[in-house]
């Protein structure tokens, strides 16, 4: 295969109508050599008793991938002529035959199935594991001591936003006296569209409950809405433990950086609503929905 290495002298030009024919089989060509790397990565781990088998039953086909994946359609030379290309790719078929022969021996084919049952094994274990911790999470927001710790972080949020609507008014000195309970209220709202934003199961969650509850009060929403962060946060902790970051995703710091953004939020929109002459009394209602319906102060009961 010497002759097919690529250097300055034998860089050659290609047709378009040759360039065009590589774009029919190269994408497949790579991810069929991707996969193939994968496998033998596997036998390392897994099977480390047939690793230097795969590697060298592996390695005809590999090889042929690197020289035919290292053309370009793009390029203005080639390294091999589009006549080599079409010799080497003709042979793909057979240097592949090489792998399916050793993945087909009788040792190796027992021992996949072997590594493949203990994995699906393991894996039902594992699953079985997350359900019974899940359940028990479930099983603890649902107790008393829960609720009453529920009560205690939605009256505080609710707190948070009494105060933070007064700092608003003075801040852009915007909004009467009176107008205060407009503010907090919108504040309320846009923490509750945050915490299904970019959580569908909580939206999913908020959708039921607004369904199933038609007369709920915001501050009832509230409280479903921060007992879902809550459990979503939990669970995904239980589900993907790498992914848990203390100060970050935990339901403490997520809450607090919700009601950050809603502050930020809220100051920026009433730069743009003093800028245009509405009072807090005219913001539109649409600012007072959650998912289609209607929270504002002035809401008629569902």
């Known amino acids: 295969m ?48 047939f690793a230097e088998d795969a590697e060298r039953a592996s390695q005809p086909f590999l090889e042929s991938c690197r020289l035919l994946l290292q053309l370009s359609w793009k390029n203005k030379f080639n390294p091999l002529s589009s006549e080599e290309a079409e ?5 793909m078929h057979e240097k592949f035959l090489v792998w399916v022969d050793f993945m087909k021996r009788p040792e190796v084919s027992e021992a996949i199935s072997h590594v493949n049952r203990e ?16 359940q028990a999470v479930l099983a603890q927001v649902e107790g008393d001591e829960f609720t009453c710790a529920l009560q205690k972080k939605v009256a505080s949020v609710i707190e948070q936003f009494h105060e933070m609507a ?45 369904a ?16 879902s962060v809550i459990v979503e946060a939990t669970m995904r902790r239980l589900r993907d433990p790498q992914s848990f970051m203390p100060g970050v995703n935990d339901p403490d710091s997520l809450i607090v950086g919700y009601v950050g953004q809603v502050f930020d939020g809220t100051l920026r929109a009433i ?29 008629k009961p569902r």
């Open 212 to 227: 199933d509850n038609a007369s709920a009060t915001v501050e009832e929403l509230l409280g479903f809405a921060i007992h």
């Open 87 to 91: 010799a080497e790719f003709s042979k």
């Open 2 to 49: 010497g002759n097919f290495m690529s250097d300055r002298r034998n860089r050659v030009t290609w047709s378009d109508e040759k360039k065009e024919w590589l774009k029919t089989w190269q994408p497949k060509l790579r991810r069929d050599a991707n996969k193939l790397t994968e496998q033998v990565s596997r036998f390392k781990t897994s099977l480390p008793q």
């Open 119 to 134: 994995g699906r094994t393991a894996r039902r274990i594992q699953h079985r594991s997350l359900q019974q911790a899940e």
């Open 166 to 210: 007064g700092m608003v008014r003075g801040l852009k000195d915007y909004a009467r006296e009176e107008e205060v309970p407009i503010l907090q209220r919108l504040m309320l709202i846009h923490f509750i569209r945050f915490t299904y934003d970019f959580v569908p199961s909580i939206k999913d969650g908020i959708a039921r409950f607004l």
């Open 271 to 299: 730069d743009g609503w003093s800028e245009r002459g509405i009072a807090a009394s005219d913001i539109d209602k649409s600012y007072f929905t959650v998912l289609g319906v209607d929270f504002s102060l002035s809401a």
